[in-house]
Every structure is written in C-alpha cells, then in structure tokens.
C-alpha cells in the first residue's frame, strides 16, 4: 500500500529518519558486526593480541558438552514456560468470557504482573520458596516435600519456571480474551441449539477458531522464554546448580561478563542471532495469515 | 451468555477467584514482608498478618538503603528508574513518528534500504549482542551516564510500524487539503498528523514506560556506580547471601516500590495499555 499524496523535498526525509538511523547503526549494526567478527577471533589470556581462527570457536562450542546441555535446559525451559503459561491463560480467559458479573474486575486483577519486573518476579518466588525460610517450602514440609532449590536443579526449575509464568500470565490472557471475544456468537449459539455441551462447544469450535491468536502467543512466548527471562534467572538461581537452569542468553552473559572469553561468548551470540532471525520470520509469516482465518 | 447454567457459572468465578487469588499470592507476601521486622521473617512460618514496620522500613530503604547489601539509597533509585521511564518512551515516540512519517509521505532514493535497516533491528535485541554493545558504550564514554541508559534503547522497529501503519490508514484527502491550502509537509505533520496521532502516542507511552522502568540487562552491564542503579537493579544488589543472610524485610519494601509505579500505570490506564499491547504487535 503506497501512499497517493506525497510531499517533496530533497532534504527533509533523511533529516527526519537520520536520528533512528543514527541510533540504529551505533547501537544495533556496528556491535552485531563486531559480535561477527570477535566469533572469528581468537583472543590471548592477556586480550592484547588476537588471532583470526575461523570457525574453531564454533566447532569449540559444539563439542563443549555444557554448551550443548544449555540447549537442552533451554529447550525444556521453552516448552514448559510456553505450555503452562497457555494453559493456564487460556483457562482464566475462557472463563472470564463466560461470566457476566465482575468480568473488568477479575480482568483488572489478572493484568497487573505485567507491570512488574521478570527480576522482581524472580526475587519475589525466590523469597516465597528460599530453602528455611520460605512460606511456601514451609508449606510443602507439611505435605513431606523437601525443597531446595539452591541444591536441587530439577527444583531450581520449577522455581524459574513458575517466575516466569507468573509474570506472562497477564499478557496472554489479554490476547485469548480479545482472540474469545471476537469469536462470532451466532455460532456458539447454533452449536448451543444443536446440543452440543459447553465443553464440546469450546474443543470444537472456539478452540480450532483461536488457534491464530494461539499459535501467535506461542512464539511470543517462545522468545518471552529465551530472552527476557533473564533477569528472572539471574536474579535467582544464575543458572545453577551446576548449570541445570543456564539457558542460552544467560550463558552468554555468563561467559563474556563474567568468564571474559570474547571470542565464545560472540560465537554464542551469533548462534542466538539466528535463532532469533527464525523466530521473528516466523512470527511474521504467521502475522500474515493470522487475519484471513 | 449462550444459555443459563447456574454450575457452569459458579465453577467459572471459582476458577477466576482461585486465579485471581494465585496470582495476587507473592504480592501480598512481599507486602506483608515488608512490614515486618527481619527477626519476625526469619521465624518459620513468617507471620502472615501485616505487622508494625511499614513506615520503619520505608524510610530506611528510601533514606539509607540496606545495611548488608548495596548501600544506595533507593530514593535516588527511583529517580534514575524514573528518568529510564520517561526518557526512553519520549525519545522513542519522537523519533519514530518523524522517521514514520518520512517513510510514509516521502519517496526519496535509499528510502528501501532505510526501511529495511530499521526493521532487522527487531532480530537484534540487546541479549544477543551483549558484550560488543558494551565495548560500544564504553568507547563512547557512556558507562554510568543517563545518555548510556537511555539512548541505546530508544531506537525502535516496532515503534516506527506502528506510527507508519496509523499514517497508512490517515486518508489522502487530508494531506490533499493541507497541499491545496499551500501547508508545507512540517506543517501538515504538527496541525494535522501529530494531533490525529494522539491515541497512538499515549498508547505507545504506556507501554514503553514499563518497558523502561523495567529494564535489567541494560542497566546491569552499563552501570557499576551505585548512584546510578536503577531500583530494578538495586534490589539484585541488595541479595548478597543465601535465604536467612539477607535482610529480606527491606528488599521486599524496596520491591513494592519497584513495583507500586509501573503498576499503577497499568491499572489506572488500562485502556492505553491494552491498546498499546495490542496494537504493538500486530
């Protein structure tokens, strides 16, 4: 779509983007260009020289088993984060579809974590479970549960993963609402008169209808889940115990901050550029279709 | 409502309670921990009525910081939190809009290539190019600077396609008028564009102020000075031990103030932020 009406002048458009480009390439192009070239290099332990080695940093981090076990802590971290945080939204969403009364109230109530911080989140669970003096873990004493997520990686799961979804609640059950609202009553209503129980009602025709919005809020929470829990994972556990919840952003981070080795940490960095590259296409070929159903 | 059922309706605010109960569980906790004192916390199970310590804890947080962790005051933190919030929604709005609108009205050479510049900036986020981008900034000088907190951040794809999708649906017939009437395109952008943008604005406003108010990564690589943190950062600061080591009565004030602001903001601008989320991503 172009616009018809245009106005001419041979300076003024790059006066007026020249601000976000300038931004754009300091910030954004130069770094990503260096992220490239460090991946290539190879720095000694003093970082005064370095050398050009190809693409030994990546075959190093292929055949680095903590490297690949990051991979699988954060595909299990994903999926687990992702899946739970649908279900339960969509739950709470289709919910508060059906009910008349309070429905702005419960909405209201539901939102606000998003305003909170995934680090604040992380603080927050980290304080209800911490190991003697959490009200939580006190709670699962009772039932015979020892918890401690300080020693236990399976644990230390769970307390990152349960942050996280806590905090990305809020978000997803906006969308389904809206994707529930939009749904066409007058099918609902045909169903009703056909018979078809409520719950019948929503597996085969409000659910194959919101699978746009769906698919649309899983790879929202797919990147939600790779990048911006980190300050989830860093304040709490960062990425322990023995690396069971070090996910790809966080060992980045942990290696060029706090190991200092440049040329691994860019490599990783590389890597997470394609993965994130992946991950908008698909977003956006899914964009496209997401109207036409 | 397709047809009455009074169960199906009961089990409905059941679950929405129970959600609604759940989710609201870790605040009360904090709010609740924050009136406390630390020995009272360190008992377990920690009391679960409000005690006697809010305006104690308050003041020393706000006034003194915690004793064990970091030693900033969280008054000051809030104020850099504050300048994060506001700077970066504004600069953001700003330069989007006009880059929107140069993209939008304007056929110029490069303009492809300008657009497609700013729209691979969306594959860039800040994790995956952690330690050029601070290489970056610390060449420029910027570490422990408001500019260094901000700027870096202001720059955005989604922002721009948000103002250049609003301008599509602006019809011709305007910019055809202001043309007619002799208005030049500055013109037409601030008595025209800008006032029909308003929503648009105050959506985007919403959304990237708790964006910036919540911001971590960014200010944890940039700022080592502590009268630079922001509270987000502060309160990591404050976690130095594990479970009883911390003095967990003040780090929960200190979190109920980090949240109090961004929250507020949500709640009693609902509609700007539902808009604002929702629009964003298309």
Known sequence: MEKRVLFRSAWLPYALVAPQIAITIVFFFWPATQAVWYSFQLQDAFGLKSQFVGLQNFSALFRDSNYLESFKVTALFSVLVAFSGLAISLLLAAMADRVLRGALAYKTLLI?????????????????????????????????????????????????????????????????????????????????????????????????????????????????????????????????????????????????????????????SVILMFIVITLTVLQFRFIERKVQY | MVENRPWLTFFSHAVLIAGVLAVAFPLYVTFVASTLTLEQILQVPMPLIPGDQLLQNYSQVLGAGSTTGSRAAVSSMLVNSTVMALVIPLGKVTISIISAFALVYFRFPLRGLIFWMIFVTLMLPVEVRIIPTFKVIADLGMLNTYAGLTVPLIASATATFLFRQFFMTVPDELAEAARVDGAGPMRFFWDVLLPLSKTTMAALFVIQFIYGWNQYLWPLLITTDESMYTVVIGIKRMIVGSDAANEWNLIMATAILAMLPPALVVVLMQKWFVKGLVETEK
Do not use: C
């Open chain 1, 112 to 268: 606000w974590p998003y305003a909170v911080a995934p680090a604040i989140a992380g603080v927050l669970w980290a304080f209800l479970f911490a190991p003697s003096i959490g009200i939580v873990t006190y709670l699962l004493k009772g039932f015979g549960i020892e918890w401690n997520w300080i020693i236990k990686g399976d644990q230390a799961m769970a307390l990152v993963v349960i942050a996280s979804v806590w905090k990305q609640i809020s978000y997803n059950f906006l969308f389904f609402l809206a994707g529930l609202q939009s749904i066409p009553k007058s099918l609902i209503e045909a169903a009703a008169i056909d018979g078809a129980s409520p719950s019948r009602r929503f597996w085969t025709i409000v659910f194959p209808l919101l699978s746009p919005t769906t698919f649309f809020l899983l790879v929202i929470n797919i990147i939600y889940a790779f990048f911006d829990t980190f300050g989830v994972i860093d304040a709490t556990t960062q990425g322990g115990p023995a690396q069971a919840t070090q996910i790809l952003v966080y060992k980045v981070y942990h290696d060029g901050v706090k190991a200092a080795d440049l040329g691994g940490s860019s490599a990783q």
